[in-house]
């Protein structure tokens, strides 16, 4: 949520993440960098879709956290909401605080965002995250023991 910063006027920067997701690895590379207020940032909406039509190739987002924890503000979660309900799959949230990097996915318009267990960033704008907890793989599919 905003916090009002008392004297600095930092701003949070954005990206959109284009790449793939094969499970348990996303890559992706921060494409499309805009600047936004402090604890908001605006994505280039029009782009995202558009490029989402042409390429299937949109995995997420990727903002900083200038001041704030590596963690997604109630706003992230609903914009993250939003966009993967409006994007039909799931979304990467990767936010950048204190140099560290840190994975949220969000699977639908009503995901309360996971945690990933890894987050690289490389040269070349690449960014590489993974998953290791299996609850998604248990909760999407049906279990066969016993048949
Ligand atoms: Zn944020």
Known sequence: MARASATKRIVENCW??????????????????TRGKPASVEFDAAWVL?????????????????SGPPQPS???????RAWAGALGKP???LIEADGAVAAFRYDDDESA????AACERF???????YEADRAHDKQGKARHDGQ
């Open 91 to 93: 979304l990467l949230c």
């Open 50 to 66: 558009r490029r989402e039509e042409e390429q299937g190739d949109v995995v997420g987002f990727y903002h900083t956290h200038p």
């Open 113 to 116: 965002g996971a945690q990933l």
């Open 74 to 80: 109630s706003r992230d979660d609903r914009t993250m």
């Open 123 to 129: 040269a070349r704008s690449v960014v590489i995250a």
């Open 16 to 33: 959109v993440l284009v790449g793939e997701h094969k499970r348990p690895f996303w890559h992706a590379r921060r494409v499309r960098p």
